[in-house]
């Protein structure tokens, strides 16, 4: 019940670093700053940080700068975490067991107000224990492929 707008991605940021993409929408259809945007595939690609008359950046969720909860649960596995930077990830405040041998879908929580609940963020793996032994840590992989084509979530948005 959502209305998306589809739109080309037209332009990146100059600096690799900002992870800034541009794309061919804006105020004249209905973008506004705060709103999420996905890949063909669902996957959350980051959210509009600026919206010009017919033109909008998106900032990357793989951003230094963006934080945001998620959530995953896996076989007697479940969490709800910080993803930053989208690098490297602490699953949680201490031990928990649990089959960490596959991969686990990881969604955003809500929890934050920045990103609407269950959009799929990436896939947790290759699950090892802290240096301290008092975390689980993981990578999350995402969407990084070169777009195209991407889809605004255009209501709700989340500051």
Known sequence: NKK?????????AVDPLLRTF??????EEGVTEGVSVVSE???????????????????KIQS???????????KNTRS??????????????KIQKGNYEEQ?????????????PGLLVGEADT??????QTFIESVIKTDNETKQRVFIIAEGTYQ
């Open 4 to 12: 998306i707008i589809v739109a080309d991605v037209v332009g990146y």
């Open 22 to 27: 541009i794309v061919n929408r804006g105020e």
């Open 41 to 59: 595939h669902g996957f959350l690609l980051g959210r509009v940080v600026r919206v010009f008359k017919r033109r909008s950046f998106v900032e």
């Open 64 to 74: 230094p700068n963006v934080e945001f909860l998620v959530h995953f649960e896996g």
């Open 80 to 93: 709800d975490f910080v993803a930053k930077g989208m690098v490297n990830y602490v699953l949680g405040t």
């Open 104 to 116: 686990i879908p990881v969604v955003t929580s809500g929890l934050d107000g920045k990103f609407p």
């Open 127 to 132: 699950f090892v224990l802290s240096r301290d």
